[in-house]
C-alpha cells in the first residue's frame, strides 16, 4: 500500500511532466491533479508544497542540479526531470525527510514511470546533490 506522501509525490511528478511538456498554467494542472485517482489519498498539503514549489523555483532547483549531470537538464527525460526536480525540492527544503527517503522515493517513482535504466542515473544525480545540500547529514550516515 503507497503511502500519503508516496502518492504525493507520484502526483506532483505527473503534474510537473505535464508542465514540462505542455508548459500549462499551475492551476490547469493542479485542478486536473484533483480529479486524477488516488487524489483522495494523498497528502494534499505534501502534494501543494512540492507542485507549487517546484514550479515557483524550477530555475534555481535546475541549476542545484546541473553540476550533478553529465549533459544539459533540458536533454533528460521529462520524466527523469520531473523527478529529479520534485527530489531537489524535498532535498533543499523538507530537512524532516531524511535524504535517503527522498533518494528511494526518486528511484521508485523512475522505475514506475521512466525508462528502463532511469532509475540509476537519478540515484547516481541525488546522492551528489545530497551530499551538496545536506552536507552534514550525509557525512554521518557515512561514518555509520
Same mark, same amino acid.
Given at each position: ?62 541549476? #542545484? ?8 537538464? &533540458?536533454? /533528460? !527525460?521529462?520524466?527523469? $526531470?520531473?523527478?529529479?526536480?520534485? @527530489? ?28 528502463? #535504466? ?8 541525488? &546522492?551528489? /546533490? !545530497?551530499?551538496?545540500? $545536506?552536507?552534514?547529514?550525509?557525512? @554521518?550516515?557515512?561514518?555509520?
Amino acid at each position: 500500500m503507497k503511502s500519503a506522501r508516496r502518492r504525493s509525490r507520484e502526483l506532483a511528478t505527473q503534474g510537473l511532466y505535464q508542465w514540462l511538456l505542455s508548459g500549462s498554467a499551475k492551476e490547469e494542472i493542479d485542478a486536473q491533479l484533483r480529479g486524477a485517482q488516488g487524489f483522495d489519498k494523498a497528502d494534499h498539503a505534501h502534494l501543494d508544497a512540492l507542485l507549487q514549489g517546484v514550479i515557483r523555483d524550477a530555475a534555481t532547483l535546475s541549476a #542545484d542540479l546541473t553540476p550533478c549531470l553529465d549533459r544539459p537538464i &533540458d536533454q /533528460l !527525460s521529462p520524466v527523469e $526531470r520531473a523527478v529529479l526536480l520534485v @527530489a531537489a525540492f524535498e532535498l533543499k527544503n523538507h530537512i524532516d525527510v531524511p535524504y535517503r527517503v527522498v533518494i528511494n522515493e526518486a528511484v521508485e517513482l523512475t522505475k514506475t514511470y521512466g525508462g528502463s #535504466d532511469g532509475y540509476k542515473y537519478v540515484n547516481g544525480v541525488l &546522492d551528489k /546533490l !545530497s551530499v551538496r545540500l $545536506r552536507t552534514a547529514e550525509t557525512q @554521518a550516515s557515512r561514518k555509520q
